[in-house]
């Protein structure tokens, strides 16, 4: 299948090439005719196989179609988004592929001056992609009327919910005609999900692709057991032995993450952190750096795991394992993108064998326990060692 037979306009088809993508993946595939019959739609994928481009695609054709009959400039299509950067990212898309088509589009999040999203939103757009937070700041100033929305996308749902932006949604839902296109995507869905397309979706055409709830079959994960203090010595060790010159490492906290970061620059690793309390700026200062490679290590909090597209990550490093296990299916999906293969690295502290189980049930898969030699846990509770490195280790390096 190419994307010549999904439906998709002259002008889409043409960025597409240009973009360098002649196939479809399978959520595209599905999605993209979905979207364009204008029915509502509720759609699950592996994280990196191409969920953005899956609602960006067909909305571009359907706003522009729409556009051609309309005397006066008006949003007629919303996205809301968790975070700061998957807003940049699907702004981005939106701009990517509507590059041949006379749209306007901007992005509203918070971390960024209100007076350049005012006087955007007062020159006239067709697309918003916004945070929930941000755009209910601009709804309250009168800044943004929302009553023309045609088509209604809630990205990354499950993270939305999440965060707490369900009574945002609602508040938001209001604003908009009740009679328009709802779409919902979502690397997981859940109950919560679930509740969330009951309450605004209309008899909404079902696409689970490739295992809802999975890793990406690129990732080749495995772990490590070692000592919850003995952690920055392992990772430090890590980088520096097998010469990783870019990898993405989580943390639980906003301060570990900064605590992390410091501690690796004092070991010679050139690296920064990224999270909630960093200004839109910082964040988007350190994640350049990052893909330029002149940082090799980007420390990040779960505010990374929904957004970040950074090509050919090889590595990412669970440094502490997250409470929810979604979160860690987002977290490893920032590597394998594309059909690129990647590495996901956990570190298991005592404390953490539940939820290192409790993951292994979301991806429905085994993840090989490890332990390095010379970070031997001091509880001896712990597997058979599998040599400096291990199996994993060996893998890596004959893909080189």
């Known amino acids: 299948m190419s994307f010549d037979s999904l439906g998709l306009s002259a002008d889409i088809l043409r960025a597409v090439k240009q973009e360098g993508y002649d196939t479809p993946t399978e ?5 993209i005719p979905a979207v364009l019959a204008g029915g ?35 949003i007629r299509a ?18 990517t592929y509507g590059r041949h088509m006379p749209l306007r589009c901007t992005e509203i999040y918070g971390g960024a001056p209100m007076g350049k999203q005012t006087a955007a939103l007062r020159r006239g757009v067709d697309i918003v992609v916004a945070t929930p937070g941000r755009l209910i700041d601009h709804m309250e100033r009168g800044n943004v009327d929302l009553r023309g929305v045609d088509i209604l996308v809630l990205d ?48 909404p055409q079902v696409i689970e692709s490739s295992g809802t709830n999975s890793a990406a079959s690129a990732v080749e994960q495995a772990a490590y057991l070692v000592d919850s203090n003995r952690k920055r010595e392992l990772l430090t060790h890590l980088i520096d032995s097998r010469d990783w010159r870019q990898v993405l490492v989580f943390t639980k906290t906003k301060r570990g993450a900064d605590r992390l970061a410091e501690e690796l620059e004092r ?28 940082v090799r290590a980007l420390v990040a909090t779960d505010v990374a795991a929904r957004g970040l597209d950074i090509s050919g990550l090889p590595n990412v490093v669970n440094y502490d394992l997250p409470n929810n296990p979604d ?3 987002h977290r490893i999906g920032r590597t394998g993108r594309g059909g690129d293969n990647g590495f996901a690295w956990s570190f298991v502290g005592s404390n953490e064998r ?10 429905k ?15 001896r509770q712990r597997r058979q060692p599998a040599g400096r490195g291990g199996a994993a280790r060996q893998r890596q390096g004959a893909r080189r």
Do not use: C
């Open 27 to 31: 959520i595209q595939s599905q999605a």
């Open 40 to 74: 509502d739609v509720m759609a699950s994928a592996q994280t990196g196989t191409g969920k953005t481009a899956a609602f960006t695609l067909p909305m571009l054709q359907r706003v522009n179609d729409g556009a051609e009959l309309q005397s006066k400039r008006r």
């Open 78 to 95: 919303l996205v809301l988004t968790p975070t700061r950067e998957l807003a940049a990212q699907v702004g981005k898309s939106v701009t």
């Open 156 to 203: 990354e749902a499950d993270r939305m919910l999440d965060m707490g932006f369900k009574p945002a949604i609602e508040q938001i839902a209001k604003a908009l005609r009740p009679h328009r296109q709802t779409l919902l995507f979502s690397a997981t869905f859940s109950g919560a999900v679930a509740g969330l397309a009951r309450r605004f979706l209309d008899e």
């Open 267 to 294: 070991d010679g690793i050139k690296a920064q952190s990224i999270h909630g309390d960093k200004s839109q700026g910082q964040r988007g200062r350190a994640l350049n750096a990052f893909k330029k490679r002149s």
């Open 327 to 329: 979160d860690y299916v």
């Open 354 to 363: 539940r939820q290192l189980q409790a993951i292994q049930r979301t991806v």
């Open 365 to 379: 898969a085994s993840i090989p326990l490890e332990v390095m030699d010379g970070f031997e846990p001091s509880n």
